[in-house]
């Protein structure tokens, strides 16, 4: 059963949201804190017409707007230093930095990155979960149908097919690259656009 009725109707309408194994439902219950503040930084943000003429996406502009509201409620950039150890030898096997994290979640942003870094932050939610590090594993992304409107403004080859977007990031979800991670997705849709 999927737990996606407990996203709040407002943000449901705003962005594009998928579930893996009921992560909304972890979210809302082990970590309202975080859910709250997810919520908070969702609702504040909108898509700029003159940020996505500037040249690049503006992607440092887009990222750090979504992340800002949640650098402000104490979630950090964070990297793991974890280890393997084999027969008493022990190496190091360092995580990935997480873009956002707070108690038990990880938040990664990904608006204009090439579409490995979808299994680059998948396997780190994954390996986090298993360690017990993390509950939840959180990804905003943009939804593909942007693409639309990047066209429209001439910035088409700008936003490629290869670059991260949501019809890349489903099949490696639904395809259990998270693990037993529960994984929670929000793209952001035309509804959220402004001419500004």
Known sequence: MSTLYLVPPDIAEL????????AVGVLSTACPEEWADIQ???RAFRLHRSEILTAGGSRSSIVERLERPLKETAWVEKQFATAIVVDGEKRDSPTHSVDCFKGRVALEVEWNNKDPFYDRDLNNFR??????VIDVGVIITRCSHLQTIFAALGRGTS???STTHM?????RLRGGSGGGCPILVFGISDRLYVED
Not at 167 to 171: C, H, M, Y
């Open 167 to 171: 019809g890349k990031l489903l099949p």
């Open 127 to 132: 390996l986090l979960f298993d360690l017990q």
């Open 15 to 22: 962005y594009e949201v998928h579930e893996w194994r009921n």
């Open 159 to 161: 936003f490629g097919n």
């Open 40 to 42: 908070a930084a969702l």
